[in-house]
């Protein structure tokens, strides 16, 4: 897509064809012209147990990503934290009467939240999904949440079935459900628009080349977006995912994950 200066791709793949990728994102563009802003959102699939809800992750997350993404162009007097605060109440409100959304498995989703403007990049995430950003110079600096990934093996194990205890609680990790208040936990900062050339963000399902399968930093892995596109990490991934056989990198990790990039040449 050619916007003026911005060259952007954006690029979603289902872990099974067989079933909908709880994945979302976009990238907006205000009529004015002015700035713009990334949104990207990793749906958490529940397990099959009883979630306290009538609705589907792809069913939140659509709600959830198109509040950010309206809200992150026609708002621009809000904060990114203000904007997911009331991202998720209008879609907890969206559901409120009909699920049980102090359940602990209440559909949720890992956010990133990128808005630039001629002066400044401002910058949002919550959980695992990831933000690149590079430099003039060529240097990319990782924005991550990386709560979970400090939570030892053990801890994570023992809690796997339910979360009750480390999702969305103190000394766990957070994610955005139900509850406002945890746009406060996100890492947030602003860059001047100067020294900002390229954005990627991605789901932990395509950063895995890094995070699980060590196939080179953040650096390399923007390098070959910018060269050969978001489908040529998509295929790679899902080339290391087939040939693991003996999970040595996966480990209890699903064997395929939804993987979502989107570029964004400023």
């Not at 700035?35 to 979630?51: E, F, K, N, Q, R």
């Not at 198109?66 to 990114?80: C, M, N, P, W, Y």
């Not at 196939?215 to 390399?220: N, R």
Request: aromatic letters at 6%; proline letters at 5%; charged letters at 25%.
């Amino acid at each position: 897509m050619q916007t003026g200066r911005m060259r952007s791709e954006l690029i979603s793949a289902p872990g099974d064809p067989a079933r909908p990728d709880e994945d979302y994102a976009s990238v907006g563009l205000p009529a004015s012209g002015q700035g713009g802003s990334i949104v990207v959102l990793d749906g958490v699939t529940p397990p099959a147990t009883d979630h306290g809800c009538l609705h589907s992750v792809p069913w939140f997350t659509a709600r959830l990503g198109g509040a950010l993404s309206e809200l992150s162009v026609s708002r621009r007097d809000l904060t990114l934290t203000e904007i997911l605060g009331r991202a998720i109440s209008r879609t907890a409100d969206a559901h409120r009467a009909t699920c049980d959304l102090s359940h602990p498995r209440t559909p949720q989703a890992t956010v990133v939240l990128a808005r630039w403007s001629a002066d400044s990049v401002e910058y949002l995430v919550l959980s695992d999904s990831a933000l690149l950003v590079e430099s003039p110079a060529g240097t990319v600096i990782p924005v991550l949440d990386d709560r979970l990934a400090r939570m030892p093996r053990a801890t994570l194990a023992a809690h796997a079935a339910t979360d009750a205890t480390l999702r969305n609680k103190e000394g766990g990790f957070f994610t955005a459900a139900a509850d406002p208040s945890v746009a406060a936990r996100a890492v947030t900062g602003t860059f001047p628009r100067a020294e900002v050339r390229a954005l990627t963000a991605l789901t932990d399902g395509a950063t895995r080349w890094v995070e699980k399968f060590g196939e080179g930093d953040w650096t390399d892995l923007f390098t070959l977006i910018r060269k050969e596109g978001g489908q040529s990490l998509i295929d790679r991934v899902r080339t290391l995912e087939r040939s693991d056989t003996e999970r040595t990198f996966l480990g209890r990790s699903k064997t395929h994950d939804d993987a979502t990039v989107v570029y964004a040449e400023l």
